[in-house]
């Protein structure tokens, strides 16, 4: 008996409304279609999963108090260079980085993840420049 190991993997394109939608529970799903955990050939050494495009990114949601409460911190490089943003400035001056750094949070830290976080593709508005590649709308609930 061999093992079926999928030779190559067909990625297709993926849309996905984030309006109204919960950041966490939205980015889990985002994480695991980016995967391939959806398609019944899923192998996790192989980059099987579809692109995903994201649009209003700006009209995500928090629960609770996180808007005011949650703090993203990025280091400059500088002594002293530690920088804090809220959820809520993140949110207004750039709604695209919260979704991007939702969805790395949950991929492999590692050339995989490196490699599926590029498939992400975040927009803060309703248009978006992939008409091309005719993305199929999937309903992530």
């Known amino acids: 008996m061999s093992t079926y190991f999928p030779k190559e993997p067909q990625n297709g394109w993926v849309l996905v409304d984030a ?3 919960t950041v966490g529970r939205l980015a889990t799903q985002i994480a695991s279609v980016l995967r391939g955990k ?3 050939d899923f192998t996790p050494n192989q980059a099987g999963g579809d692109y995903v495009i994201v649009v209003n990114a700006e009209k995500v949601v928090f629960t609770g108090n996180k808007l005011e409460q949650k703090v993203y911190t990025r280091y400059t490089g500088y002594p002293g ?3 804090t ?3 809520g400035d993140m949110l207004a001056k750039h ?3 919260v979704l991007e750094k939702a969805v790395w949070g949950m991929l492999p830290k590692n050339r ?4 599926l976080i590029r498939r992400l593709k ?3 508005g309703e248009a978006h420049p992939h008409a091309a590649q005719q993305p199929v709308q999937m309903e992530l609930h």
């Open 19 to 21: 309006a109204g939608q």
């Open 38 to 40: 959806h398609k019944p």
């Open 81 to 83: 260079g530690l920088k």
């Open 85 to 87: 943003t809220t959820a």
């Open 95 to 97: 709604p695209e980085r």
């Open 112 to 115: 995989m993840g490196r490699k």
């Open 122 to 124: 975040v927009y803060a």
